[in-house]
């Protein structure tokens, strides 16, 4: 689409509207696309919803800029270091922590399904509360009959950060949101000075939950840097740092972004590539030497997130999800395809949605056990019920094969 012009209606507000309060997916996404090829809407923030369609190589693909190193931290040899499981050595270092923060880039499915195979082990080991960046005010009323819909959040449009909160939800974690609020806004125009305002209003919020509940163990998810330990080069202090200093607490902090592959090697970083060069990553790790950590810029544990080309294996998320082949009729439009869970509300959030070309009669989606209505959903807003339930049932271990 070179040289297309946004319409006069569009608008992020608008887009935003289709996507969370209209479940319209792919009108709300078309918008974005528009504005962000008229070069009114950047395409990075594009990407994050894009994501969201689990078109991953075209995510990747136009993710062109070069990656950075993961900063002081990093060392410049790691061949020296152990490789642990990553799940297996969080959780036994999360035993003593009162908090256990990850991150995500928000553009990163395979992040948010790592944090959820993270939060089953962490509720076993007694954590009870779970915040993230992304919940509205609303998630209470929107999680109560456990069915993620448009009030729950904003990333939690995407299925596998909706998915998420669902899982945490029938695991009997506590929600509660902690964004910057209203009234804790400023005037400031200037990065620094709202950027600082905003961690420290952040910081704030968590520290409030904390105080109502002085027994309780905490699991905040939040997006890139805010999970940040130590002032950065340039003075700048992330939540994580003000939370600190507010509540007397250190926190477990997790970084899964510079340890994430990119799609071309050219824009791999260094640190990366050398953590590949050293060490076979089939799953997710993370790195020792004599006793300490590998960790991300300013944070505790970096998670190194193996390649998959192609098959995108981090979706079968340890056996959870299934590679489910379905057959449809093919279309002249663009669709996506869209999985509900049949027993919840029409607006719920899907379990997983794949954005097909026009012309295409098969797709594989990743689903739980379970049954499943499915949608295409049209660019001009329509909706197209599939005939029949899919049922997907529990196969042999190892079986990664689509159905």
Not at 91 to 97: D, I, N, Q
Not at 235 to 262: F, K, N
Request: proline fraction near 7%; hydrophobic fraction near 40%.
């Amino acid at each position: 689409m070179p040289g297309t012009v946004a319409a006069a209606e569009d608008s992020f507000e608008k887009a935003l509207e289709l996507i969370r309060m209209e479940n319209a997916m792919l009108p709300g996404l078309a918008m974005m696309e528009r504005m962000s090829r008229a070069g009114v809407f950047t395409p990075a923030a594009y990407m994050q919803f894009l994501a969201m369609t689990g078109d991953a190589d075209a995510v990747e693909a136009s993710n062109e800029a070069p990656s950075p190193g993961a900063g002081p931290d990093a060392p410049t040899d790691v061949c020296s270091y152990k490789a642990e499981n990553a799940l297996a050595a969080i959780l036994a270092e999360s035993r003593e922590r009162k908090i256990v923060m990850i991150n995500e880039a928000h553009h990163e499915q395979r992040h948010r399904a790592f944090a959820s195979l993270l939060l089953r082990g962490l509720r076993d080991a007694g954590f009870t509360h779970f915040g993230a960046e992304s919940f509205a005010p609303e998630i209470h009323e929107s999680m109560a009959d456990g069915a993620p819909d448009g009030m729950t959040g904003v990333y939690t449009a995407d299925p596998y950060f909706a998915d998420l909160v669902r899982q945490a939800k029938q695991l009997g974690f506590q929600f509660f949101d902690y964004e910057q609020r209203p009234h804790q806004q400023t005037d400031a125009t200037d990065r620094a000075s709202r950027i600082a305002v905003r961690e420290q209003a952040q910081a704030a919020n968590i520290k409030a939950v904390m105080d109502r509940n002085p027994e309780a163990r905490f699991v905040i998810f939040a997006g890139y840097s805010h999970i940040r330990e130590w002032p950065t080069s340039d003075g700048s202090r992330w939540m994580a740092y003000r939370l600190r200093h507010l509540t007397g607490v250190d926190p477990l902090s997790i970084d899964q972004i510079p340890g994430t592959p990119r799609h071309g090697r050219k824009t791999q970083s260094p640190w990366y590539s050398g953590i590949e060069r050293c060490h076979d990553i089939r799953r997710p790790l993370v790195l020792a030497d004599e006793g300490r950590w590998l960790g991300g810029p300013g944070t505790d544990i970096a998670v190194v997130h193996p390649r998959t080309p192609g098959d995108h294996d981090w979706r079968l998320m340890d056996g959870y999800r299934q590679a489910t082949g379905v057959r449809f009729e093919e279309s002249p439009s663009r669709s996506l395809l869209r999985a509900f869970v049949a027993t919840e509300p029409a607006d719920a959030i899907p379990l997983d949605q794949i954005l097909l070309e026009p012309g295409a009669t098969t797709a594989v989606l990743h689903l739980p056990s379970g049954d499943f209505r499915l949608v295409r959903q049209f660019e001009d807003g329509r909706n197209e019920s599939l005939p029949d339930i899919l049922t997907v049932t529990s196969r042999p271990a190892g079986d990664k094969s689509p159905r």
